[in-house]
C-alpha cells in the first residue's frame, strides 16, 4: 500500500530532558550508519556515525546504539534542548559485495521531535 | 563556507521546461552523490560519481535525468521535460572515498527545491 510518510512519527520531550530515538535498519549487511537532522526546508545535518565492528559511540551530548541481532539502531539525546527539535533520520549504508556501494545510504522514515518548554 | 553548495535553492518551472542543478561538493571530497527527497520522506538515492565517473545510477533515474561531473569537481544534474511528479527537493552529498580504517562521511547541502507547475 501507500506509505504514509506524511504522517511521520513523532516524539514529544520536554526540555532538558533525554530522548531517544529508534530506527530498525532493513539489511544485515549494512555496515555504516550515520544519523542526520533535518529542520524545515534544509538538506540533513550530520549528527553521528558508527560502524558495524562497534555497538556504542559517543558524541557531544548523542549517543549512537547499535544492536546488529536485532538490526536496530538508536539515538539518545541528553539534555534535549529547543533547538534539538528537527526531524531526524537513520540511515544504513548498504554493503554490496559486487560493487563498491559507499555512500549509497538507504534512510528510514524519520521521527519528528518536539521540544516543549 | 567550506560545506556543500547547491544552486539555485528554488526553482519553479513549467511542465515540459528542462532545469539544471548545480552542485559544488567539500573540496577534497572525490564522491558526489545526488538524492531526491519529496515531502514527508526520507532522501532516495539516484547516482554517486568517484571523480568524473558515474559508478551507478538508480532505477529512479528515468532517461529524463542526467547528471555529469565533467572534471570530477563540480556535478549537475538536467531533468528534461519536467513532469509534475518530479516536484521534490534534490539532494547533493559529497564524502572521500572509502578506506579500511578512516570514516568517510556523507555530508549533505542544502537541497534544491524544484515545483512543477
Known amino acids: 500500500g501507500e506509505s504514509v510518510g506524511l504522517h511521520l512519527p513523532t516524539l514529544s520531550v520536554q526540555e532538558g530532558d533525554n530522548s531517544i530515538i529508534n530506527c530498525a535498519y532493513s539489511?544485515?549487511?549494512?555496515?555504516?550508519f550515520i544519523w542526520y537532522k533535518q529542520e524545515s526546508g534544509k538538506g540533513p545535518q550530520f549528527i553521528i556515525d558508527?560502524?558495524?565492528?562497534?555497538d556504542k559511540r559517543q558524541g557531544q551530548r548523542v549517543t549512537v546504539l547499535l544492536n546488529k541481532t536485532v538490526k536496530h539502531l538508536s539515538l539518545q539525546i541528553a539534555a534535549t534542548q529547543p533547538g534539538d527539535s528537527a526531524v531526524y533520520f537513520c540511515a544504513e549504508n548498504y554493503h554490496e559485495r559486487t560493487t563498491d556501494s559507499w555512500g549509497k545510504l538507504q534512510f528510514g522514515a524519520g521521527t519528528q521531535v518536539v521540544v516543549t518548554p | 563556507d567550506t560545506g556543500v553548495s547547491q544552486n539555485p535553492r528554488h526553482k519553479i518551472t513549467k511542465r515540459g521546461q528542462n532545469v539544471t542543478f548545480r552542485c559544488d561538493p567539500i573540496s577534497e571530497h572525490n564522491r558526489l552523490y545526488w538524492y531526491r527527497q519529496t515531502l514527508g520522506q526520507g532522501p532516495e538515492f539516484l547516482t554517486y560519481f568517484q571523480n568524473e565517473a558515474q559508478l551507478e545510477k538508480s532505477r529512479l533515474l528515468s532517461d529524463r535525468f542526467s547528471a555529469e561531473r565533467p572534471k570530477g569537481s563540480f556535478s549537475t544534474l538536467e531533468i528534461q521535460r519536467t513532469e509534475q511528479g518530479d516536484s521534490a527537493m534534490y539532494l547533493c552529498a559529497s564524502s572521500t572515498a572509502p578506506g579500511p580504517v578512516r570514516r568517510n562521511t556523507i555530508y549533505f547541502g542544502e537541497g534544491s527545491w524544484l515545483t512543477v507547475v
Open positions: 539489511n544485515s549487511a549494512s555496515d555504516y
Open positions: 558508527i560502524r558495524s565492528n562497534m
